[in-house]
């Protein structure tokens, strides 16, 4: 699988990531040898990309994630968690994860400085490793803390979370540091507020929206840092397609996103190309993108997933997009996967 250089760091990570979240009990409730034997497989298939965070599952995933790192050789993954969260033990679950299952442990939202350090050290056992070579501020965004909480959240997490994360950077235990959010606006903040080496953005630069296109990905290309994205299929539109009860953005996608994905999924079924195909080939078409990070919870979901990285997309189909006005003109598009 091809890999690409993350940012300013010496990390080469595969163009395909691995995200975690389905181990966690996200949607459902994977048995622990399904689970382990998914993390296998995706190693096997050559992503050495395993993304995870102590929100998935309540720790679940981490967990599951740390069985499968010990039989097989730690150097040649990279291994990217999150902080922001921490696990108390002994006050129960609580409700709201949107986890269907998990630990039943509190995650408790912090992202002061000694939080961060209890996050980080929990993880580290979690995951039984002693270095981690991502870790990323989560979800510091309107999305997750509502507009009237945010800017609190904002200046909690810079002299908190970050002071902690680059200390850790300069210590060796971490090789990059950065943020994972669902906003394109809140990683332009970030870097504009300090110094990352990478960051996560979920759903903003799909095949059916791109916002992140203006501002972020052109000052990420200008300060070396390098992206991931997830949430390139919207919360599953763009891989369902606009059936009944499609996703987007977690919710039942509403009229006007179920036209438009109608309408594209029109154009890739003329140039015989599967909806998800397209979708995934896109996101990694910006040179600022370094992987995308697609969630599996079976051997059979991360074969598909890379089967269709290996499949061919006309560029044709990239110039109907754009002549239907259902993709922005100024998009970059691939000519491979390896580019």
């Keep these: 699988m091809p890999r690409r250089l993350l940012g300013r760091t010496r990390l080469e990570v595969s163009v395909l990531g691995f995200g975690t979240a389905p181990l966690g009990d996200l949607y459902a409730q994977p048995d622990d040898d399904t689970a382990i034997d998914t993390v296998h497989v995706a190693l096997d298939r050559g992503i050495n990309l395993l993304d995870t965070s102590p929100l998935y599952g309540n720790g679940l995933a981490e967990h599951r994630c740390g069985t499968a790192l010990r039989r097989v050789p730690r150097q040649n993954i990279v291994v990217c968690t999150k902080v922001g969260r921490w696990m108390d033990p002994f006050t129960g679950r609580g409700d709201g994860s949107g986890y269907v299952g998990g630990l039943p442990h509190r995650a408790v939202v912090d992202y002061s400085y000694d939080g961060t350090m209890r996050s980080v050290e929990q993880s ?35 002299a908190g979370a970050y002071v902690a994360l680059d200390r850790l950077r300069g210590e060796g ?64 539109i763009l891989a369902t397609g606009a059936v009944s009860g499609a996703k987007y953005n977690y919710r039942d996608a509403p009229p006007d996103i179920l036209v438009k994905v109608a309408r594209i999924d029109s154009v890739c079924a003329a140039h015989g190309v599967a909806l998800p195909t397209a979708a995934l080939h896109f996101a990694l ?17 991360v074969e598909r997933n890379v089967d269709a990285l290996s499949r061919t997309v006309p ?14 003109a100024a998009a970059p598009v691939p000519s491979s996967v390896a580019d």
Excluded at 208 to 232: D, H, K, M, S
Excluded at 285 to 301: C, I, K, T
């Design 124 to 158: 580290l056992l979690r995951l039984g490793t002693d270095r981690l070579d991502l870790l990323l501020i989560h979800d510091v965004d309107v999305w997750t803390h509502g507009r009237d909480a945010i800017e609190a959240r904002f200046r909690e997490a810079m």
């Design 173 to 236: 235990v971490v090789a990059g540091i950065g943020i994972g959010v669902n906003e394109a606006e809140m990683c332009v903040r970030f870097a504009q507020a300090g110094s990352f080496d990478t960051m996560l953005l979920a759903g903003r630069y799909s095949l059916l929206e791109q916002p992140a296109l203006a501002e972020f990905l052109p000052l990420a290309q200008q300060q070396g840092i390098g992206v991931l994205l997830g949430g390139v299929f919207n919360s599953g």
């Design 285 to 301: 078409g910006h040179p600022a993108v370094a992987s995308v990070v697609l969630g599996a919870q079976s051997p059979q979901e």
């Design 315 to 328: 560029t044709a189909l990239w110039a109907d997009l754009k002549a239907e006005r259902l993709l922005d």
